[in-house]
């Protein structure tokens, strides 16, 4: 069964600073690996993917991430972090199209806080 | 082009009500998906339609609960009568066959009393 592990409940930057959240996966074949992200009592919007190709994904929002194969990582990194990017983040597998099933397996999240 | 959107958007209900829930996906995504988030937690999968076909349920997904997705366009999630345990978010999310990109509605939070 597919799974995945968000490391950090909570992180606090400050604004300007870098930031990295890891994602750790469990998945028997190629995933499909997604970062989204929701505000308080929103939806999830969509950050980035990774299918296939190039390991290093670029985003939305100035966000990019990493696919490590050899590792089972898909961290989601940012160079600057602004004050409006305080949200949940979530990390996502899905199954390759090699299977049949279609669900995201969510991590349980991680909360960012900016601080000025 | 609109995203998907959901009714209604908050839902207070007393223990042992039935409710529904509508979700109208982006125009010409024929995958519509259901997920149930819970505070502190990440969404989790309830059930799968291509089209009006109904292929995959969680069992997470239990006899009090029914989805439909008659004409391939919106669908509905029903509770029968609900249990506190059923206070969550729903989140509906479509997709397109190929990218199998799934976007996610604002969520209906629902409260059992």
């Known amino acids: 069964a597919q799974s995945v592990t968000q490391p950090d409940i909570h992180i606090t930057v400050s604004e300007g600073a870098s930031l990295e959240l890891r994602c750790n996966y469990s998945y028997g074949a190629t995933p499909y690996l997604f970062w989204y992200v929701q505000s308080p009592g929103q939806g999830l919007q969509l950050l980035l993917k990774y299918f296939s190709g190039d390991t290093l994904v670029q985003g939305i929002k100035g966000f990019e991430a990493e696919f490590k194969r050899s590792q089972s990582s898909f961290n989601l990194r940012k160079p600057s972090v602004h004050w409006s990017d305080a949200a949940e983040y979530f990390c996502?597998?899905?199954?390759?199209?090699?299977?049949?099933?279609?669900?995201?397996?969510f991590g349980s999240g991680t909360r960012l806080q900016v601080q000025p | 082009d609109t995203g998907v959107s959901q009714n209604p958007r908050h839902k207070i209900t007393k223990r042992g009500q039935n409710v529904t829930f509508r979700c109208d996906p982006i125009s010409e995504h024929n995958r519509l998906y259901w997920y149930r988030q819970t505070l502190g937690q990440g969404p989790e999968f309830l059930t799968y339609f291509q089209n009006e076909a109904q292929l995959e349920k969680s069992r997470l997904l239990s006899d009090r609960f029914s989805a439909e997705r008659p004409k391939g366009s919106f669908s509905t999630l029903e509770i029968q009568r609900t249990e506190q345990g059923d206070s969550a978010m729903y989140l509906c999310a479509s997709s397109l066959e190929v990218p199998d990109t799934q976007y996610f509605g604002p969520g209906t939070r629902l409260t059992v009393l």
């Open positions: 996502a597998v899905g199954a390759s199209r090699d299977t049949g099933r279609r669900a995201l397996t």
